[in-house]
């Protein structure tokens, strides 16, 4: 079975020990050669994901238990990244909501959705990170309530000239919000790999964007929080790297096993040692025959 496939965007993200030793070294250069090949290969989105300020060396339960210090602001990078491409979606994988109001989620993405030509995909995510929540005077402990209450704000806001909406932490009408974004609908992931990540998914999103995942703890995810309808996005991460070069046979399995447990698109995470061998994989990950080119093109 063919499915669409996304990428997670090397360079733009940085995990200490973890992340190969080249992507210190790149720059925009180089995200926007990944972006121009994932673009013509027909790769369904790319991703830049969203913070301000973490604790260098901080304990996460995200990452496998570290927390990458080297994070690109997402609006800049993926505005940019929107010149440089022609059809690919931008993700922001994910924006925490915590640390912005609706309607300036709203504006600024809004905007990119304008000037990319309806191309974005807003995922979105709840937080964990205690200190960085305390350094932007955001509240943490009821994050999750007020997560819920920005996702309805943002659904009543986007793509609208005079939103209006009544919330329980949101409240907001007779103000103009121009430009804004030129989807109709904007579709909202929700990110998490937990099963209250899932159920607000279900329940609030049009997507579910966990992390790396096993196919069997995904199979029970969504065995848990149906998704809601067929046309429910469930975009998930390959927990291993992938090596569609060296072993096309074990990245088909890898792929087969998510989409059989319930992915609609997979994020192949892929071996590389240097900007050559990613394009190379990409590359080869295109040509297997569980590549769908995204619906987008």
């Known amino acids: 079975m063919a499915v669409r496939m996304g990428v997670n965007t090397p360079v733009v993200l940085q995990i200490p020990n973890h992340s190969p ?4 070294k790149a720059g925009i250069d180089e995200v926007a050669r990944i972006a121009e090949v994932a673009d013509e290969l027909g790769y369904d989105f790319l991703t830049c994901s969203d913070h301000v300020a973490v604790p260098e060396g901080s304990p996460s339960a995200m990452m496998g238990g570290i927390r990458g210090t080297l994070y690109w602001d997402p609006l800049a990078t993926l505005s940019y990244l929107a010149a440089r491409t022609r059809r690919i979606r931008l993700c922001t994988n994910v924006l925490v909501l915590g640390y912005h109001h609706p309607l300036a989620i709203a504006k600024r993405f809004g905007t990119l959705d304008m000037i990319s030509g309806g191309r974005l995909v807003l995922g979105v995510g709840v937080g964990s990170t205690a200190e960085e929540f305390a350094v932007l005077g955001a509240p943490f402990d009821d994050r ?3 997560a819920d209450d920005a996702i309805a704000g943002l659904r009543a806001a986007l793509s609208k000239r005079l939103p209006s909406y ?3 932490f949101y409240q907001f009408s007779d103000l103009v919000v121009e430009p804004h974004a030129i989807q109709e609908r904007v579709p909202i992931w929700v990110g998490g790999n937990t099963a209250r990540a899932a159920r607000r998914a279900t329940a609030l999103g049009d997507g579910w964007l966990p992390a790396a995942m096993a196919p069997e703890l ?4 969504l065995d848990q929080n149906p998704p809601p309808g067929p046309d429910f996005d469930v975009v998930v991460n390959t927990v291993e790297a992938l090596d569609p070069v060296g072993d096309p ?3 088909e399995q890898a792929v087969a096993a998510l989409t059989e447990a319930g992915a ?7 071996r590389h ?7 190379d994989q990409l590359r080869a990950m295109a040509e297997l025959p569980c590549f769908a080119p995204s619906r987008a093109g």
């Not at 030793?21 to 210190?24: Q, T």
């Not at 995904?218 to 995810?221: C, E, F, I």
């Not at 609609?264 to 995470?269: C, E, G, I, L, N």
Request: charge should be positive.
């Open 21 to 24: 030793a080249w992507e210190a």
């Open 144 to 146: 999750g309530p007020r």
């Open 166 to 168: 009544e919330g329980r």
């Open 218 to 221: 995904l199979r029970a995810r």
């Open 249 to 251: 046979a074990g990245a």
């Open 264 to 270: 609609t698109t997979v994020v192949p995470r892929l």
């Open 273 to 279: 040692e240097s900007l050559e061998q990613y394009l």
